[in-house]
């Protein structure tokens, strides 16, 4: 395909994800998530391709900040209802992973996203808030929202996480 005058570029930039997952035999959820919201453990990957970056932690919530763009349009004119999944999955994932201790694994098995409302390159930031409505051994669940620059809530969304060992070598 040629490049013409409509043609728009980003650049994505991001660390070497590998460092993240070495910490996490060692350190509990809510540790390693407020080394993350305070920058001394990297970031996903993901954050950098649509803006999304961990703001807040507390016991069984976390908050996410996000800054969508054109590039993450559809192809209908509005924000792609992906990212904002992908934003609430992050969120109901993160709220989970404060509650459990070093050496757990977890991981969404299904999730419930209602879009309430357009999302446009104007509607950032963006905030996407997580939280636990019941753990479990084996199955914790959760909810979350994400409101938009102007209070409203563009997006809620209702989520299951399977839990396991970190399978140790
Ligand atoms: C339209 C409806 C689904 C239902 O609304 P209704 O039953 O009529 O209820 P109501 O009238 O109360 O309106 C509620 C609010 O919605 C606003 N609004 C409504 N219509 C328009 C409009 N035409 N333009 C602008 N805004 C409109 C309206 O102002 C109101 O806001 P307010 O309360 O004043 O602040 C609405 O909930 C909505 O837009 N949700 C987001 C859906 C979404 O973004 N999905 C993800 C993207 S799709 C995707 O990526 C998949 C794909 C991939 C690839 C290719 C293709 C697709």
Known sequence: MS?????????????????????????DGIDFLRKMAAGEVPGAPIGAHIGMQIAEVGEGTVTFHCHPDESH?????????????TLLDSALGCAV?????????????EIKVNYLRPVSKDSGPLVCTGRVTKGGRRVAFAEGEVVDNLGKTVATASGSLLIFPLETT
């Open 97 to 109: 992973h404060t509650t459990l201790p070093a050496g757990t694994g977890y991981t969404s098995i």
């Open 73 to 85: 349009y559809n192809p209908i004119g509005m924000v792609h209802g992906g990212l904002v999944c």
């Open 3 to 27: 490049t013409d005058s409509t043609t728009r570029e980003t650049t994505v930039t991001w660390t070497d994800p590998s460092q993240g997952p070495s910490l996490l035999p060692t350190m």
